[in-house]
């Protein structure tokens, strides 16, 4: 069964803190991705990966960086972490094929800045 | 601006009693519109995915249409274990391959 992992399902964080996102796919994906989803927002893309190495600004990185070191790992760092930074992210994975847009996410990490 | 509307926010349905979701979209062009659902406390999970205009997919008791400006998602005698949000996403023909417009979703509740 195809996997996509999250490190944490709960974090908890003081304003200014670094923050490590961790996420892992075990499908040998191409793409991988990271989201927030706030209510009445709905799912908004930070960044996207489509190699080990490359990353693309979605629609909201400010605030927000990426690493891809190795295929099935992406991790989202948050800087200096605000209390707007407060939300449920959620990764996904998808694989090179019309456009990747078949996304296998995790469970998500809700994280709250104190 | 593209942008993906859904209604009704939420909607609460007797176990049976069949309705459809809607999805209205605003897209320079449509490459793809796509159904996932979401159970509380998980991610998404995929559902469909919907290319061209009168283009039509089932699976179970689920149903996704496709017309030049929305999409339909029609429940036809729901379970209670079809309770979960449903969320529309659109991608557009000339931008980010990988990039994924999403509604806000609706919340379906169906009682027993």
């Known amino acids: 069964d195809v996997k996509v992992t999250q490190s944490s399902r709960y974090l908890v964080k003081r304003t200014g803190e670094k923050v490590f996102l961790e996420c892992v796919q075990d499908m040998d994906h191409e793409n991988m991705f990271w989201y927030r989803q706030d209510p009445g927002l709905g799912l908004r893309l930070i960044y996207f990966s489509y190699d080990v190495k490359m990353k693309e600004k979605g629609d909201i990185p400010e605030g927000y960086s990426v690493s891809r070191e190795k295929k099935e790992r992406f991790s989202l760092i948050l800087e200096s972490a605000s209390t707007n930074q407060t939300s449920m992210y959620l990764c996904?994975?998808?694989?090179?094929?019309?456009?990747?847009?078949?996304?296998?996410f995790g469970s998500g990490t809700q994280l709250s800045v104190l | 601006e593209d942008q993906v509307t859904q209604s009704p926010e939420a909607l609460r349905l007797q176990e049976g009693e069949s309705s459809s979701l809607n999805c209205s979209y605003t897209v320079s062009g449509l490459r793809g519109l796509f159904w996932y659902r979401q159970d509380p406390g998980k991610g998404p999970e995929f559902l469909f995915t919907l290319y061209s205009a009168g283009e039509e997919k089932e699976k179970e008791r689920l149903k996704a249409t496709l017309t030049k400006k929305e999409s339909f998602l029609h429940i036809t005698a729901p379970k209670p274990e079809d309770s979960a949000t449903y969320l529309c996403?659109?991608?557009?023909?000339?931008?980010?391959?990988?990039?994924?417009?999403f509604g806000t979703g609706t919340l379906l509740a169906v009682q027993p």
């Open positions: 996403a659109v991608q557009a023909r000339g931008g980010a391959t990988n990039k994924l417009i």
């Open positions: 996904a994975s998808s694989p090179w094929d019309r456009g990747g847009e078949k996304l296998f």
